[in-house]
């Protein structure tokens, strides 16, 4: 076949530009609680992907077309990036995603499950008198049956225990797991049980475990076998299965004053979902923190299309992260289906000379195939403009990570995709410190042996069957 411009993939992408694209709209539209923890924000965005919105067209977005540039609009170039940690582009993310940066933290990278589970495991054991965790995952195999008895223990013990899981997520978790917790005097919050077709497709995805007020895990790994212990090796939907590798993934171990904001973000989910929480244990909960000296500033970013003010804010945060960047870009992501703008955004830094590298996963690697195949409708700008796309081999990738400049760092629970942009509650850290971004950028490295990097030569040479279900595949991007 002959390169992708020429071939029916290439007149596909054109075409699927004017053609809409079926969407389902049976979430209906709501009153959104605010986000009163924090300063009101001033803007709406992003109206395509919400509830009630139109039927999106073209991408499968809601974008028919590319975005032209600032300076094919107005004749002006766009503005210069700002520097990272500078006071220009702290101040656009405390507008951008309605969050504050906090100085004087301790970040520990905590590298796939063995090393995240077992630091989890000793921060429970040493809780004295509060856990908060929220999970998408709680899944009843050896490693969510081996947690819930962890907690139902320090329950008894007199440790104020609350946990948050999603419904649907954790759909397929034996009930009596919970109700051991339950019984044992643990607090459990469910979002969006399976029977509430309005909330089906709105999921909750965040990811804490908050101890004692004081320390936190931040990441993207949920309460599962696969997480802790090794991969699926399957390709669709391949959840508590064994492999032969383990997932890669990736957490970090949060400790000073930004704890604070990880807990409010937790407390905010919990009196939404109408827990009870009084005010002297709230007071609890957000202890004065002594700042690390020489530490971290962080900033905790929550992201609910559902709360007023925290719409967006994840896909803000890297965008002013990408605009921002001047000399690199270092991204590990499961799912990479980036809306438009990040795209744009993406392929304006490659243009302006950075190095853009993204690591995602292979059909081969991804638990959810289809989303490998709808992934790569979206590779040809980026590999046009000279970003690199590395796919993973062999055991799933879950990472969802990201470093600028060798200077700011972003990690959570926040995939590259429609869902995170627009349906799902999410969080994540952006961290300014060069440290966490060496050891990301080297952890990155380290996973080059087991990638393929993509061409534009690869691509030109896919069948004509390939090229059609990608193209079908895509028309779902927003809910993938």
Not at 57 to 79: E, H, I, N, Y
Not at 294 to 301: D, K, L
Not at 327 to 332: D, P
């Amino acid at each position: 076949m002959p390169g992708r411009k020429g071939s029916l993939r290439g007149l596909m992408k054109v075409d699927s530009k004017k053609s809409p694209v079926a969407r389902s709209t049976a979430t209906p539209s709501k009153s959104k609680p605010s986000a009163s923890a924090s300063p009101p924000v001033s803007r709406g965005w992003r109206s395509a992907g919400s509830a009630g919105a139109a039927a999106p067209k073209g991408d499968g977005f809601g974008v028919q077309k590319a975005r032209p540039s600032a300076q094919a609009l107005t004749g002006v170039t766009a503005p210069p990036p700002q520097a990272f940690g500078g006071p220009t582009f702290e101040a656009n993310l405390d507008r951008d995603t309605h969050s504050r940066a906090v100085t004087g933290n301790r970040v520990t990278m905590l590298f796939d499950g063995v090393n995240s589970f077992a630091e989890r495991s000793k921060m429970i054991d040493g809780a004295r008198s509060s856990i908060c965790m929220q999970t998408f995952i709680f899944n009843s195999d050896e490693t969510g049956w081996a947690l819930a008895k962890q907690l139902a223990e320090k329950a008894k013990q007199g440790v104020k225990v609350r946990v948050i899981y999603d419904a649907v997520g954790s759909g397929r978790a034996d009930p009596k797991m919970f109700e051991l917790m339950e019984k044992a005097g643990v607090e459990l919050k469910d979002y969006g049980p399976k029977w509430q077709v309005h909330t089906l497709n709105e999921r909750w995805h965040e990811k804490h475990l908050i101890i004692d007020g004081t320390a936190s895990v931040e990441g993207g790994m949920n309460i599962a076998n696969e997480y802790a212990l090794g991969g699926s090796g399957k390709m669709v939907f391949s959840r508590g299965e064994t492999g032969a590798e383990a997932w890669r993934d990736t957490d970090v171990k949060l400790e000073g004053p930004a704890v604070n904001d990880a807990t409010r973000a937790f407390l905010r989910n919990w009196e939404e979902l109408e827990g009870k929480i009084s005010d002297a244990d709230k007071k609890a909960l957000l202890p004065t923190i002594a700042p690390v000296a020489g530490g971290a500033s962080v900033r905790v970013v929550q992201n609910n299309p559902n709360v007023k003010g925290l719409e967006g804010t994840a896909d803000r945060l890297y965008l002013d992260a990408i605009k921002s960047a001047k000399k690199s870009i270092t991204i590990e992501n499961a799912y990479l289906l980036p809306p438009q703008e990040l795209r744009d955004a993406l392929v304006d830094a490659a243009k302006r000379g950075v190095k853009v590298q993204i690591m995602t996963n292979s059909r081969e690697s991804n638990d959810m195939g289809a989303v490998a195949d709808a992934s790569r409708y979206f590779y040809d700008d980026l590999l046009e403009a000279g970003v690199k796309i590395y796919e993973k081999q062999g055991g799933t990738l879950h990472s969802k990570t990201a470093t600028f400049d060798g200077q700011y760092s972003i990690v959570g629970s926040v995939n590259l995709n429609g869902r995170s942009a627009t349906l799902d509650a999410e969080d994540a850290l952006g961290i300014q410190d060069e440290d966490t971004a060496r050891k990301l950028e080297a952890r990155f490295q380290d996973g080059l042996p087991s990638v393929k990097p993509v061409t534009q030569e690869e691509l030109g040479h896919e069948s004509l069957m390939t090229n059609l279900k990608q193209w079908a595949l895509h028309t779902f991007a927003w809910t993938m």
